[in-house]
């Protein structure tokens, strides 16, 4: 089991920046990708980034330039850095793990209220 627990979200008006932040526990060696997702009302989660354990770093169309997912191993964290938000950023931020034998584990959320 692993467990993911969020923080770092708030209000912040467009133009600004927000720091999310992930802690992992349980059984941190089973874990491969680590990421961030969101859900905004009515949508569907979505990936925004997601890091392997070597730093490869994969990320949504719609936050190129403006997110940056980072990765601690030793500490067992994993950053989203999210900068020039927008209103359309507002959403519940999920971190999220995947197991080497592809198992999903999720935080509970962190809100992120952009306001314009």
């Known amino acids: 089991q692993v467990q993911l627990v969020e923080s770092g979200g708030g209000l912040v008006q467009a133009g600004g920046s927000l720091r999310l932040s992930c802690a992992a526990s349980?059984?941190?060696?089973?874990?491969?990708?680590m990421g961030w997702y969101r859900q905004a009302p009515g949508k569907q989660r979505e990936l925004v980034a997601s890091i392997t354990p070597g730093g490869t770093t994969n990320y949504q169309d719609s936050i190129l330039g403006r997110f940056t997912v980072s990765r601690d191993n030793a500490k067992n964290m994993v950053y989203l850095q999210m900068n020039s938000l927008k209103p359309e950023d507002t959403a519940i931020y999920y971190c999220?793990?995947?197991?080497?034998?592809?198992?999903?584990?999720w935080g509970k959320g962190t809100l992120v209220t952009v306001s314009s």
């Open positions: 999220n793990a995947e197991t080497w034998s592809r198992v999903d584990y």
């Open positions: 349980g059984s941190i060696f089973s874990i491969n990708v």
